[in-house]
């Protein structure tokens, strides 16, 4: 609703993930760093963890967008949910166009996928196994993670699995009774959250890609600076807090965004309880808003929804008019 008067060519902070938005701060770039080196070193099982909104999926999707370019890898993506009630071999098989036919044990199961991965070994096709929101899957699923990291060819390793998870994973896996697992982990690397010489950077980035003309001009540093100590310097709420602003500033046609409006929006937000203190901790709602910013608050809306109605009937005419041809 706001592109055309920002002057974007899409929303520059949706919330679905996209590689060619992204950032590379410096926790991100170490980590893509150790990342390709895993992978590159043909290392057998990697970690990556971060904190909820920390951008990982993400980084991973623009890694494996580089590597299916250059056909590097046969990639199985498998979301957890799958194995709620599935096996990890069976679910694997089932990825890779494996026909079973029913009533395999897991060990035949094993033995199916071994054979497979064989096959690619000699075709110098390498199989990398991606399992995301790993935090959640259940224990049995973790022991066919450890399991299934043994295969090899001599000392080359068969299959490669990349794990990525909240920190819940790592302090799971260092679990005493996840020693099995904790070993055979060759890399791992954690997302941290935007430092705040990060947050200008990142936000200008998206605008740019976005397709702003001039992305340094449109968030005051009193706006940017009120959006990092807010969210924590974590990517998706600033996304939240950033898209909010622009809506908030689109609705009193003010072409940038000041601090007034950053923390009108965190005011608002608060309210959510996705926000940080300095100190790290939620911040819960304050006192009610004052009767004049209430006022303005339904001003506000009531200019968004002239500006929503105006849109409604364009469309609308553009739907007759292509009728008609």
Do not use: W
Not at 26 to 47: M, N, P, Q
Not at 113 to 128: A, F, G, H, P, S
Not at 151 to 167: A, K, P, R, T, V
Request: a neutral charge.
């Amino acid at each position: 609703m706001y592109n055309q008067f920002f002057g974007f060519e899409e929303k520059p902070f949706a919330l679905a993930a996209s590689p060619k938005y992204l950032y590379l701060g410096k926790s991100h770039k170490a980590a893509l760093t150790f990342l390709k080196y895993g992978l590159v070193d043909r290392s057998g099982l990697i970690l990556m963890s971060g904190e909820v909104g920390a951008g990982k999926t993400t980084l991973s999707r623009y890694l494996l967008d580089k590597l299916r370019q250059v056909n590097a890898l046969e990639v199985i993506e498998i979301p957890n949910t799958t194995l709620v009630e599935d096996s990890l071999v069976n679910s694997i098989l089932q990825e890779l166009g494996v026909r079973l036919e029913g009533g395999e044990t897991a060990a035949t199961q094993v033995r199916i996928l071994n054979e497979y991965l064989l096959r690619q070994q000699r075709r110098d096709k390498r199989v990398l196994l991606v399992l995301d929101e790993a935090q959640s899957l259940p224990d049995r699923t973790l022991e066919e993670v450890r399991m299934i990291s043994n295969l090899q060819s001599g000392e080359d390793i068969l299959l490669q699995i990349l794990l990525i998870g909240q920190n819940e994973l790592r302090r799971r896996i260092m679990e005493p009774s996840k020693t099995y697992l904790a070993q055979r982990i060759a890399v791992s690397c954690h997302l941290a959250s935007l430092r705040p010489e990060e947050a200008r950077p990142y936000i200008e980035h998206r605008l740019s890609v976005a397709g702003h003309p001039k992305p340094s001009s449109l968030f005051s540093d009193d706006a940017v600076e009120a959006i990092h100590s807010a969210s924590g310097g974590v990517p998706r709420v600033m996304n939240i807090l950033c898209n909010l602003s622009l809506i908030y500033a689109f609705a009193d046609a003010k072409s940038s965004i000041d601090g007034h409006i950053a923390q009108e929006i965190i005011r608002d937000k608060a309210k959510d309880g996705i926000l940080l203190t300095s100190s790290g901790k939620l911040m819960g709602p304050e006192q009610p808003a004052p009767s004049a910013e209430v006022e303005a608050l339904r001003n506000r809306i009531d200019r968004l929804e002239q500006a929503v109605r105006h849109l409604t009937r364009q469309l609308s005419r553009q739907k007759a008019v292509a009728g008609q041809v």
